[in-house]
């Protein structure tokens, strides 16, 4: 792993001179070359040009294409998208395994057994993994690296990650979805609920990110 | 109309994997494609140095919006169809709050982590271990914080209807805010050395016009009726353990009522209360008296009005069972709470009247037999449901004396039983002597209303139909423990006790010496006359079994081997006294006067010999307890009590009676009489 890592570093962008440049487009920059020198002589590219390349697609179109899963999702399913369900399952599946007469008596994942994974959004996430590695790996954005700020250790930013999905697993369950089920899939119904995620998690996002923003530089 | 696959319940189905695979390709595909892959990128939104989650999130979300009004609104779905999620107000700051630091922290979220997964970010695996974590600490945490998972419930609700403004103004504000919001974003992320895709201003003004156009006609769009797509409910009978968060059959509530998927049968809950399912919510929405004087177990008491509030945390978890007495309440409950977006109510069919009809009722009671099984299950439900004291295996408050039964019963505990339910005292004497002074409580029956001209035969015991129906006026119910109480005569308790064998109804026993008995004993009699509803009472079909006619008997003599017991007087059975149209008795019969089972008793009442005496008495007539006897005498009053002493004291398992008795034979001069002169002469 490590070795992979170093021979795509130069490509993720954190040998950045300019390293205020704290959210990088370089790691999806579709680097992956066949010869180490062409990829260092990217990155040497990359290193003096102040405008990375831009990400694969032009984002309000990856949008619209995005919109029209989520209705294609409504009138085919009857509901929206949505990514967080399938980890809880998951969760309350590696659970039973250690503990199995507690998680089915409890009050939240107990109703889910028998088959906690046969659940329509488990076989949604599996379609989200099968569809993002086709993308990036036809457009050549699959790299194995801890993404990171150019300054910053590996460990600070896995420690904070680690963090931010606890919280994130929780909330999740807590507003019954993430930004894919509750925010975007019940804002295009119109949800107050889902305005109020979404306000409430805009708002604390902007106001902690500074203090997190170390695991970037 | 689109039936989706919500709305026909199989979103769980294998059609309905495939569909959520095959939609989640597409969605892993457009957040790769905008550059998601990337945890920089994403947790560039909060540094306002790349603002594509913004850009991404409000075209999808606005494109997704129009869509839908637009579809709506064309009548080509309806939002019934669609699983709509209910507003929680706590839950959703709460979680927006703490999803908000999460996000900043990991700078992923979960669809975007399972795509960072893919792109081979470690970090991303990191985080979605977190989440994982995550929510198997909100499972742990759950029981503490289900409070806060239902504070500010407010079922669905629409933000235009939050904010009390029209879909139409909503739609186009928020077309605008989107555009807005893409032009500010635009314009902050410019600054130096920050990554920004290629999107031109001119671009922008495009998309722009594109999306507020798009709103104006998606609120603008006709209706078309579309045919009614037929429903695909799948053949197997959707059962309630499928019911999953948003995957529970909660489309169109009324499809739903038609169609009965919103009932539970009252068997199937009483075996999930039984195997304490912990996906079931119990809810009694009766008043707190009747909650308190019986309920469920596990039920828990919500009134009404409370019900969305109380039942938000089990939205979509599980199944919610609503009962009351009938089903008037919990189906309005049902419904109201269906449109809230509960999809997983179910309510209880015919409520608790049923209930206790189908699940609870004791087996003695039911229609038919019951095989050993069906007895067992019933009993087994009844100790689980029932009261211990209501439990027994005995029917609930059924009386029962001393000793066998049928039987008899003493003055003594006659008056101590007096007034419990589901005693019935049957009072023979004529009405002038009930008039002056009965057992309180009791019922007076003339015993001659018992028998009757039946196919030309004078005084015969009536048939069964009209026998139910005569003591179900009375409100006599099977159920019952009748105690007949004759003047004193035990004949005429007997008698009447003929009429509740032909009716198949054991639950009765006889009043020892009668009422000379309990007035010798100084007990208590009032003139009251009791009240009783009427009933219908279940006559049995067939013959009674035990009564046998003129022409059986006849066979019987004939055969030799039946032993036939004529019960008058000696001097009716020598032939020396005759009230009808011959004297004498049946060929072969022998003599054992009634009146020889009789004997007064200190009290000066007339009663049953003891048994003992009995037993031996009729062990030197008959042969075995299940040798063939016929009892008969003139009308079929004195030979029921020979027929009683012989089945019902002393245990003889083959005893006829021959109801018509000398009142037939001797009309019938082509069956053989004799009296006691002519056997004598034969050798």
């Known amino acids: ?217 | 109309m689109i039936a989706t696959l919500y709305s026909t319940g199989q979103l769980n189905a294998p059609i309905g994997l495939a569909c959520a695979l095959a939609l989640g390709f597409c969605f892993g595909l457009c957040l790769e494609k905008a550059g998601f892959g990337s945890s920089r990128r994403l947790a560039g939104v909060f540094y306002l140095t790349d603002m594509s989650v913004v850009k991404v999130m409000f075209s999808a979300l606005v494109t997704a919006a129009l869509g839908l009004v637009a579809a709506e609104r064309m009548g080509a779905v309806s939002l019934d169809a669609l699983y709509l999620m209910p507003t929680i107000l706590g839950a959703h700051a709460v979680g927006g709050v703490i999803f908000g630091v999460g996000f900043a922290m990991g700078g992923w979220c979960p669809g975007t982590a399972a795509v960072g997964v893919a792109s081979g970010r470690v970090d991303a695996l990191v985080f979605l271990i977190g989440v994982v974590a995550g929510s198997i600490g909100y499972n742990e945490a759950f029981p503490s914080i289900a409070p806060l998972a239902s504070w500010g419930s407010r079922g669905v609700a629409f933000l235009h209807q939050s904010l009390n403004v029209t879909q139409d103004q909503l739609v186009l504000g928020l077309t605008g805010m989107a555009v807005i919001m893409f032009w500010f974003s635009e314009v902050i992320e410019r600054g130096p050395a920050i990554a920004r895709p290629g999107v031109s201003r001119l671009f922008l003004a495009g998309f722009s016009v594109v999306l507020c156009v798009g709103a104006l006609v998606a609120l603008n769009v006709p209706r078309i009726d579309l045919p009614l797509a037929p429903a695909k409910v799948p053949a197997t009978a959707l059962s309630p353990t499928q019911s999953a968060p948003g995957a529970t059959p909660g489309d169109a509530v009324l499809s739903e009522v038609q169609t009965g998927r919103d009932h539970i049968e009252p068997l199937e809950l009483a075996r999930r209360i039984m195997e304490r399912d912990a996906t079931l919510t119990l809810v009694d929405i009766r008043t707190k008296q009747e909650f308190d004087a019986f309920h469920l177990p596990g039920a828990q008491n919500v009134p009404m009005s409370e019900l969305p509030t109380a039942l938000a945390p089990k939205r979509g978890q599980g199944v919610i069972v609503i009962y009351s007495n009938g089903m008037t309440h919990p189906a309005q409950a049902r419904d109201a709470l269906a449109r809230m977006g509960f999809g997983n109510v179910y309510i209880l069919t015919g409520g608790l009247k049923d209930f206790f009809e189908a699940v609870l009722k004791p087996a003695s009671l039911r229609e038919g037999p019951q095989s050993p099984e069906t007895v067992a299950a019933i009993n087994k439900a009844r100790s689980f449901f029932l009261p211990a004291e209501l439990a027994k295996p005995a029917t609930p408050a059924l009386l029962t004396p001393p000793g066998r039964l049928p039987g008899l019963v003493d003055a003594a505990w006659l008056k101590d039983n007096l007034g419990k339910s589901g005693l019935k005292v049957i009072d023979l004497r004529p009405q002038p002597q009930y008039n002056s002074g009965h057992i309180p409580g009791s019922f007076a029956l003339n015993l001659e209303s018992l028998r009757g001209n039946v196919g030309g035969l004078p005084s015969m015991l009536l048939p069964a139909p009209l026998l139910a129906q005569h003591l179900g006026q009375m409100g006599l119910t099977p159920r019952d423990l009748v105690v007949i109480v004759a003047g004193e005569a035990p004949h005429d308790a007997t008698l009447a006790a003929m009429a509740l064998e032909r009716l198949g109804h054991s639950r009765y026993a006889l009043l020892s010496g009668g009422m000379k008995a309990w007035s010798a004993a100084g007990l208590p009699t009032d003139k009251n006359l009791p009240k009783a509803s009427p009933t219908r009472y279940p006559a049995p079909d067939g013959p009674d079994g035990f009564t046998v006619t003129g022409i059986e008997v006849n066979a019987a003599m004939a055969g030799g081997k039946a032993v036939i017991i004529d019960v008058r007087p000696a001097d009716y059975y020598n032939g020396t006294k005759s009230d009808e149209a011959r004297a004498g008795h049946i060929p072969g019969a022998v003599n054992r006067p009634f009146t020889d089972d009789q004997a007064d008793a200190p009290d000066g009442s007339k009663r049953l010999k003891p048994e003992a005496d009995l037993a031996k008495a009729y062990a030197a007539l008959i042969p075995s307890k299940d040798h063939p006897v016929v009892v008969h005498c003139r009308t079929g009053h004195q030979a029921s009590q020979t027929w009683w002493v012989l089945t019902r004291l002393l245990g003889y398992t083959n005893v006829k009676y021959y109801d018509a008795g000398w009142t037939e034979w001797a009309a019938r001069p082509e069956w053989p009489a004799v009296t006691t002169q002519t056997q004598e002469k034969k050798p």
């Not at chain 1, 046969?118 to 569809?131: E, I, K, P, T």
């Not at chain 1, 086709?134 to 460990?155: D, F, I, N, Y």
């Open chain 1, 1 to 217: 792993m490590s070795d992979t890592e170093k021979t795509t570093q130069p490509g993720d962008g954190p040998d950045l001179p300019d390293s205020t440049d704290a959210a990088g487009t370089g790691a999806a920059q579709p680097s992956q070359e066949p010869s180490p020198r062409r990829a260092w002589a990217q990155a040497a590219r990359q290193a003096t040009d102040d405008t990375p390349a831009p990400p694969p697609m032009n984002p309000y179109m990856a949008g619209v294409f995005l919109g029209l899963t989520l209705l294609a999702s409504y009138l085919i399913l009857g509901a929206g998208l949505g990514a967080s369900g399938a980890f809880a399952r998951l969760g309350a599946w590696i659970e039973h395994l250690v503990l199995p007469a507690r998680v089915e008596a409890s009050a939240y994942f107990g109703p889910w057994f028998p088959a906690p994974l046969s659940y329509y959004l488990v076989f949604m996430a599996v379609g989200v993994f099968a569809g993002g590695l086709l993308s990036a790996v036809a457009g050549k954005r699959v790299r194995l690296m801890v993404e990171r700020g150019p300054t910053a250790t590996r460990k600070i930013r896995l420690i904070f990650t680690l963090i931010g999905g606890v919280l994130v697993g929780f909330a999740s369950r807590l507003a019954m979805g993430c930004t894919s089920g509750q925010a975007l899939s019940g804002g295009a119904l119109l949800l107050t609920g889902s305005f109020v995620f979404m306000g409430c998690l805009f708002a604390t996002g902007y106001l902690t990110a500074w203090a997190f923003r170390r695991q970037w530089r």
